[in-house]
C-alpha cells in the first residue's frame, strides 16, 4: 500500500490530567477535519484496533520507535502510549505529557484514517504513577500490547504494574546484545500472560528454510545422528541468533539442563539428545570497528552429512546440504512491520516461552 | 515426502506448505499466463508458502527455455505483489521454469512432455505431483483432458497426486456444460478438477462468510422475518476492451453472473455449514442454487431486463456505444446489461426478493451485496422521517462493510437523518492480501478444493441461466433497451423495481 503519513502535534506539555488529554485529542479532531475548509471537508477516520503501551529509555531509542509507528499507523491504527523513564531532574516536573496524531494520506491525497499517540515523561518519583495514568488512557474493548524491547535499566518496579495492564507483552531479542540480557528478560516475559518476541517473528524465514531440508524423508531420519550444532555469531546478536538451536533443542526433544562450559568467546553445553550426547558450541564473533557485520553459521553434524546455514548483512540465508546449496530470501521487514506483525493474532507461538527457558538453560 | 512428519515444521503452523510438485500450465504464451500465473507462482515462492516448485509452460509456438523465462520474468516484474524483483530468489526459481513446445491435439506431444517431467522430477530429486493449469481456449479443455488421460499423465491414483485445473468459461448452457463435465469425469475423478472462479479466490468474497458466521448479531437479522430484499450489483465501467468477438458469444449473463455473481450470491444465502471444508460449504453453496425458483418464458420476460450501451461518458472519456466495438455486430443483440429478479424458495429467504444487476460501462467499478432490511414497525418520529437500515458489503473496490442507520440532528425539534458506519479493510488491515489466483493456486497444491467450483453446482447455475438464454433465443425481436455508457443503466430496470415499490441502491 503507497500511503504518506502525516502527523499533527500538540508540541506543550498537556499535563496528567487524562480527561484534558482526550479533551485536547478531540480538539485535535476537528482541527484535523477543518484543516482543509469548508469548500473541501476531509472526513477523519479516527480509528483503534489495539492499546500499545511502549518503555522507552533513551531519545534515539524514542526517535526509531516513532518512526516505527508512522508505518504502524498503516496496518494496525492504535492509541499509542510511550511511557518515557527519565531519571529526575530539579528543573523538570516529575510528569509530564505530549499529545499527536498520525494520519495516512491516500495516495490521492485525501486524509483517510488517523490514530493517536500519546508520550507520558516520568521522572523519579513520577513513575510511581505512570500505571494509574496508563490505565485511565487505555482504549476500551480492544487488546493491550506492551512493547518492552529491553529489560529496564533501573529495575522493574515501574514496568511490573504494566504488565499486568497488558494481554501481550512483545519483545525483541534481537535488540539484546549479551546472554545475561536474555536471562533477566525472561524472568520479566515469565509474568506477562502473552509474550511476542520481534526477533522470534524475524527468525521466522530463517526457521522455515531449515525446517525444509528435512521435509524428505532421508535427511529426517539423518536428525536422528544429529551429534553436534554449531552457532557462529556475531556477539551483538548472538542473544538473538542462539533461540535458533533453543528450537531445535524444543523441536528435537534433546534432553536438558545441559552441562555448560565457558572458555573466552566459545561456551559449550553438552545435552543429551536422540544419538547420545549432543554438543551445542556458541562462538561470539566481534564485530571489527566499522566494518562489515561477521556472518552467522548454524552447522549441523550428522552422521553421515553436515548442513549449513549461513546469513550475512544481506536477508538471504544460503544452505548448504549434500545435494546442493539453496538460496531462500528472507524478509527485511521493517521495525514497524514487524511490530504491527507482533500485534496480530497470528504472531503469537505459544511454544516461544518454551524456547525462550531453553535458551536460557544454554546462558546459564 | 511428507511435511506433516517433520518436527521442524511443527509451531510454523501459519504457513501452510504445500508439497513439491510440478505445474505444467497449458496455453503458457497467453495473457493469463504472463499476467498472472507466474506473477502469483512467483510471490508464493518469494513469501515462503512453497517449497520447491518447478513449472513447464506447454504451448504451440517454438520457443527456447531461456527465452520463456526472460518472458515471465518481464510479467512478474510487471504484475507480481511481491516487487521488485529478488534477483537470487529469482535466478532460482526461474531455474526450475521450462517450456515445452507441443499442440493440444497430438497425442505424441503429451508422450514426450510425460518423458520431460520425469526427467526433471528425476534430476531434481522431486516427487511425481502434478498440476495441470488450462489455460487455453475453452474449446481445447476436453481434448487436453482426453489426451493428458491417453499419456498416462493423470492417473486416478498415482504414487504423487495428478490434479487439472480448468480455466473459465465451464460451458456456455446447461448442456455444453455437462458434456464437459462428462467429458472430464472420462478420465478424472472430481476430487482431481479445480474449476477456477478467481472471484472465490478474494479475499473479500471469502470474508463474507467470515463476517457472517464468526460473528453472533448480524445472522439472526439474515432472514425473511427482518429483510426486506437484497440487491447484488457487478458493475464494471470497462467496456469489451478489445474482446469484442468474445464478448458477442458470451454476453454480460454468461460472462459475470453464471459464474461470479451467482457465487456471490451463494456466499450471502447459504445457511451455515456443518464445517468449514470443501464438501460442507460446496453443498451449502448447491443448496441455494436449487432453490431459485426456476424462471418460466413469462417469468423471464417479466423479471429479468437486458440492455446494452451507447454512447456516453465514463469517467470523463468519452466511449463509443456497444455497436460500434470492433469485433461487435452492429446489429448485435448481445446484452451488455442485466437486471434479474430472483426468488429463493427456502424457509429463511421466502418472500425475500433477490435483486441481481451486472453491466459493462456503468458509471464506476463496483460489486457488492446490500441487505435492505425492514422499517421499524412504527414510524414513531412521522412517515417522513424512517430511514431504511441497509448493510452493504462491499466486494471490490474499497473493499468493507457499511450499515446505514436513521440519527437525530443535534437541534431542539425531532428531525433523522442518515448516518453510515464504515469498516474499511484498507484502514484496518494495511497489510496487502495475497492475490486471487495466489490463493488459488496454493490450495490447489494443497489438495483443498473449498474455493473451487464443484460439477453439481456448475450444472445448477448453467439449469438456471440457460433458461433465460432460451427464451431470449425463442423471442425473435429481442426487447434490447439502450442505455448511455456512464450511467446505472436502462429505464426497464428502474421499472422492475419501481413495480414492487423499490428502488435501485446507487453504489
Ligand atoms: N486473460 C485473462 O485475463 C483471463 C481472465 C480470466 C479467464 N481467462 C481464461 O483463461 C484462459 C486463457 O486466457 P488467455 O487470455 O491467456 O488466452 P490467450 O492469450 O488467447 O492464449 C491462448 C494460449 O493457448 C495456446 N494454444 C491455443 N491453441 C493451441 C493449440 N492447438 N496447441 C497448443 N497451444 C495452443 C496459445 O499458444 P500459441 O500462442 O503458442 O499458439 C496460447 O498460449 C481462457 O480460458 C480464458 O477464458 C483469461
Known amino acids: ?364 | 515426502m511428507d511435511v506433516a512428519a517433520n518436527p521442524l515444521r511443527e509451531g510454523l503452523a501459519q504457513d501452510r506448505i504445500p508439497d513439491e510438485c510440478t505445474v505444467v500450465i497449458f496455453g503458457a504464451s497467453g495473457d493469463l499466463t504472463k499476467r498472472k500465473l507466474l506473477p502469483a507462482l512467483y510471490s508464493l515462492a518469494r513469501d515462503r508458502m512453497l517449497t520447491r516448485v518447478a513449472i513447464v509452460g506447454f504451448a504451440r509456438r517454438p520457443v527456447a527455455d531461456d527465452a520463456f523465462r526472460e518472458q515471465m520474468l518481464e510479467g512478474v516484474n510487471e504484475h507480481a505483489r511481491r516487487r521488485p524483483v529478488h534477483a537470487d530468489l529469482w535466478k532460482s526459481f526461474a531455474s526450475r521454469v521450462h517450456y515445452h513446445q507441443g499442440s493440444f491435439d497430438n497425442v505424441e506431444d503429451y508422450r514426450t512432455l510425460k518423458a520431460r517431467l520425469e526427467q526433471i522430477e528425476r534430476e531434481s530429486g522431486m516427487p511425481p505431483n502434478r498440476i495441470f493449469y488450462l489455460s487455453t481456449p475453452p474449446s481445447s479443455f476436453g481434448p487436453i483432458v482426453r489426451a493428458l488421460g491417453a499419456a498416462g499423465l493423470v492417473p486416478r491414483d498415482g504414487q504423487g497426486y495428478a490434479r487439472v485445473i480448468v480455466e473459465k468459461p465451464f460451458g456456455v448452457d446447461y448442456r455444453s456444460a455437462e458434456r464437459l463435465n462428462a467429458e472430464l469425469h472420462a478420465v478424472l475423478d472430481e476430487e482431481q478438477i479445480y474449476r477456477i472462479d478467481h472471484y472465490l479466490g478474494k479475499e473479500t468474497v471469502q470474508n463474507m462468510l467470515v463476517f457472517r458466521f464468526a460473528n453472533a448479531i448480524f445472522e439472526p437479522l439474515m432472514n425473511g422475518k427482518y429483510v426486506d430484499h437484497v440487491q447484488i450489483t457487478g458493475a464494471e465501467a470497462i467496456g469489451v476492451e478489445g474482446r469484442g468477438g468474445y464478448f458477442e458469444e458470451a454476453g454480460i449473463l454468461r460472462d459475470m453472473v453464471q459464474n461470479h455473481l451467482l457465487q456471490v450470491l451463494c456466499m450471502a444465502a447459504m445457511e451455515p455449514p456443518v464445517g468449514f471444508d470443501a464438501a460442507s460449504v460446496r453443498d451449502e453453496k448447491t443448496k441455494v442454487l436449487r432453490a431459485l425458483r426456476p424462471l418460466s418464458a413469462e417469468d423471464v420476460r417479466r423479471h429479468v431486463v437486458r440492455g446494452q450501451y451507447g454512447a456516453g461518458s465514463v469517467l470523463a472519456r468519452q466511449v463509443p456505444g456497444y455497436r460500434e466495438e470492433p469485433g461487435v455486430n452492429p446489429a448485435s443483440s448481445t446484452e451488455t446489461y442485466v437486471a434479474l429478479e430472483m426468488a429463493i424458495d427456502n424457509w429463511r429467504w421466502a418472500g425475500v426478493p433477490f435483486f441481481l444487476r451486472s453491466a459493462k460501462r456503468m458509471p464506476k467499478r463496483v460489486t457488492e451485496v446490500a441487505i435492505h432490511f425492514k422499517q421499524a414497525p412504527l414510524a414513531l418520529f412521522g412517515a417522513a422521517h424512517v430511514v431504511p437500515n441497509v448493510l452493504a458489503l462491499r466486494i471490490q473496490p474499497d473493499e468493507g462493510i457499511s450499515l446505514n442507520m436513521g440519527s437525530k440532528v443535534p437541534g431542539p425539534s425531532v428531525a433523522v437523518t442518515p448516518v453510515t458506519m464504515e469498516f474499511r479493510y484498507a484502514s484496518s488491515f494495511g497489510a496487502e492480501p495475497p492475490e486471487a489466483y495466489e490463493r488459488l493456486l496454493l490450495d490447489c497444491m494443497l489438495g483443498d478444493t473449498t474455493l473451487f467450483t464443484r460439477a453439481d453446482w456448475v450444472l445448477e447455475s448453467w439449469r438456471y441461466v440457460s433458461r433465460i438464454h432460451e427464451t431470449w433465443a425463442a423471442d425473435r425481436r429481442p426487447d434490447m433497451p439502450p442505455y448511455e455508457a456512464g450511467t446505472w443503466g436502462p429505464a426497464e430496470a428502474d421499472a422492475l423495481l419501481a413495480r414492487t415499490g423499490r428502488t435501485w441502491r446507487r453504489p
Open chain 1, 1 to 364: 500500500m503507497t500511503a504518506t503519513t502525516e502527523r499533527l502535534g500538540r508540541g506543550e506539555d498537556v499535563g496528567v490530567d487524562v480527561a484534558a488529554i482526550e479533551r485536547e485529542f478531540a480538539a485535535l479532531w476537528r482541527s484535523a477535519s477543518g484543516e482543509a475548509g469548508a469548500a473541501d471537508l476531509k472526513p477523519v477516520t479516527r480509528a483503534c484496533l489495539a492499546n500499545l503501551v511502549v518503555w522507552c529509555e533513551d531519545d534515539a531509542h524514542l526517535a526509531a520507535l516513532k518512526q516505527a509507528f508512522d508505518a504502524l499507523v498503516v496496518s494496525v491504527p492504535a492509541r499509542v502510549l510511550i511511557v518515557k523513564s527519565e531519571p529526575a531532574r530539579d528543573d523538570a516536573p516529575a510528569f509530564e505529557s505530549y499529545i499527536s496524531a498520525n494520519c495516512i494520506l491516500a495516495p490521492g491525497g485525501g486524509k483517510l484514517v488517523c490514530s493517536e499517540e500519546v508520550t507520558l515523561v516520568a521522572r523519579g518519583d513520577g513513575l510511581r504513577h505512570v500505571a494509574a495514568v496508563v490505565r485511565a488512557l487505555l482504549v476500551a474493548n480492544v487488546p493491550t500490547m506492551f512493547l518492552l524491547v529491553r529489560p529496564p535499566t533501573a529495575g522493574t518496579t515501574a514496568v511490573t504494574p504494566l504488565l499486568g495492564l497488558c494481554d501481550r507483552l512483545i519483545i525483541d531479542t534481537a535488540m539484546l546484545t549479551d546472554l545475561r540480557e536474555l536471562v533477566r528478560m525472561e524472568a520479566l516475559a515469565d509474568g506477562a500472560r502473552q509474550v511476542v518476541d520481534l526477533g522470534w517473528l524475524g527468525l521466522a524465514g530463517l526457521r522455515s528454510s531449515i525446517a525444509s531440508v528435512f521435509d524428505h524423508d532421508g535427511p529426517r531420519a539423518a536428525l536422528g545422528t544429529l551429534t553436534q550444532v554449531n552457532l557462529v555469531a556475531p556477539a551483538a546478536r548472538m542473544a538473538g541468533r542462539v533461540l535458533l538451536v533453543a528450537w531445535l533443542a524444543e523441536r528435537l526433544k534433546w534432553r536438558g539442563p545441559p552441562d555448560n562450559l565457558r572458555a573466552g568467546a566459545r561456551r559449550t553445553s553438552v545435552f543429551s539428545g536422540p544419538a547420545g550426547a549432543l554438543t551445542v558450541e556458541l562462538t561470539a564473533v566481534p564485530a571489527p570497528p566499522g566494518g562489515a557485520e561477521p556472518e552467522t553459521l548454524l552447522e549441523l553434524v550428522m552422521r553421515d552429512q553436515v548442513v549449513r546455514v549461513r546469513r550475512g548483512s544481506e536477508p538471504v540465508a544460503l544452505i548448504e546440504t549434500a545435494v546442493g546449496v539453496r538460496s531462500m530470501a528472507l524478509d527485511p521487514s521493517s521495525l514497524g512491520d514487524r511490530v504491527a506483525r507482533a500485534m496480530g493474532p497470528r504472531a503469537f507461538d505459544p511454544a516461544f516461552p518454551r524456547v525462550l527457558a531453553r535458551a536460557v538453560e544454554m546462558a546459564a
